[in-house]
C-alpha cells in the first residue's frame, strides 16, 4: 500500500520529522507543549498588529504599483489581508469572535478624536451621544455626521485560522447590524434538550463582495449569510482567542471602505 503523503495546512510551514526535533533539540512532546513562539518571548501586545480583512475598492493604495502597500494581482472588489496580503477573491468564510462599537473623527486625514468603546467621548465632549460632531448633518457638505461610527468585528478565516479585525461604517453599517442580529438567533440544543444562545464563534459565515451605488461610484460592501455550524476544532479556537481577548476592544483604524 503506498504511504499517505504528510500534509500540511494554512500557516503551517512543514511535517516536523526526527531531523527536525533533533535540530530544534527537543522530544514532540516539549513541542507540543511549548504555546509561545520561541524569539518572541520578551515581545509585548503593542508589538504586534491585527491584520484587517477589507475589500479592494477602486482607490485602494493596494491597487497602485507607486504605493508601498501594493498587492500584485488584486483587483476591485476582492478581499484581501492587510499583514499577509493574501488574495481571498470575492467570498471568504469565517468565524465572528467579539464585536465592539468605537467612533473616530478625522481632520485633514490625522485623527483627532477617539473613542474606543464609542460611548465615552474624546475632547469634544464626555459622552458621544452629547457631541455635536456626532450628529446627522455635521459631515461633508451637511450629509452624514463628521465623527464615524465603526462597527469592529474580531473575526477567523476558516481556511488557514487566522485571526482578523473587519470594520463597517457609513453606508454598510447596515451589513454589520445584520450579522448582529443572525448571531443573536443562532440557537444550540443541549442533551437534555434545553435551547441555549449559540456563541459567537459557533457558526461559519459566508462574507461576499457586492457592489453598491454611492455619490461618488459605485463602492463595495460584504454581505453575510450562514453557512452552518463550526467544526469542534475552529469553535475552541474561537472560544480561547475570545477569552484572551476579553475586556480589549477590536481596532477599526485603516479601514477602508
Not at 191 to 210: C, D, I, K, M
Request: one cysteine or more; charged letters at 20%.
Amino acid at each position: 500500500m503506498a504511504e499517505v503523503p504528510a500534509v500540511t495546512t494554512g500557516r503551517e510551514l512543514m511535517m516536523v520529522d526526527a531531523e527536525t526535533l533533533a535540530a530544534l533539540g527537543m522530544t514532540e512532546e516539549q513541542l507540543g507543549a511549548n504555546h509561545g513562539v520561541m524569539g518572541l518571548e520578551n515581545a509585548r501586545p503593542e508589538d504586534f498588529q491585527i491584520p484587517r480583512l477589507q475589500i479592494a475598492q477602486a482607490l485602494s493604495p493596494q491597487l497602485l504599483r507607486s504605493k508601498p502597500e501594493y498587492i500584485p494581482g488584486l483587483m476591485v472588489g476582492q478581499f484581501f489581508n492587510t499583514v499577509t496580503q493574501e488574495i481571498y477573491g470575492d467570498v471568504v468564510q469565517v468565524i465572528p469572535v467579539k464585536f465592539s462599537v468605537s467612533r473616530l473623527r478625522f481632520a485633514n486625514n490625522v485623527l483627532e478624536c477617539q473613542s474606543k468603546n464609542g460611548i465615552d467621548g474624546g475632547h469634544h465632549a464626555p459622552l458621544c451621544a452629547d457631541c455635536p460632531l456626532s450628529k446627522w448633518g455635521t459631515g461633508r457638505e451637511g450629509v452624514g455626521t463628521d465623527c464615524k461610527e465603526y462597527r469592529n468585528w474580531l473575526i477567523i478565516d476558516t481556511a488557514q485560522g487566522m485571526p482578523m479585525s473587519l470594520s463597517f461604517k457609513s453606508a454598510s453599517l447596515v451589513v454589520s447590524k445584520t450579522w448582529s442580529t443572525l448571531l443573536r438567533t443562532r440557537r444550540m440544543r443541549l442533551g437534555n434538550g434545553q435551547s441555549v444562545a449559540a456563541p459567537a464563534f459557533a457558526t461559519v459565515y459566508e462574507l461576499r463582495s457586492a457592489d453598491k451605488p454611492g455619490p461618488k461610484g459605485n463602492f463595495y460592501v460584504p454581505v453575510v449569510r450562514v453557512v452552518g455550524p463550526a467544526t469542534a476544532e475552529m469553535m475552541k479556537y474561537g472560544a480561547d482567542l475570545f477569552r484572551s481577548f476579553k475586556g480589549e476592544l477590536v481596532s477599526e483604524v485603516g479601514h477602508d471602505e
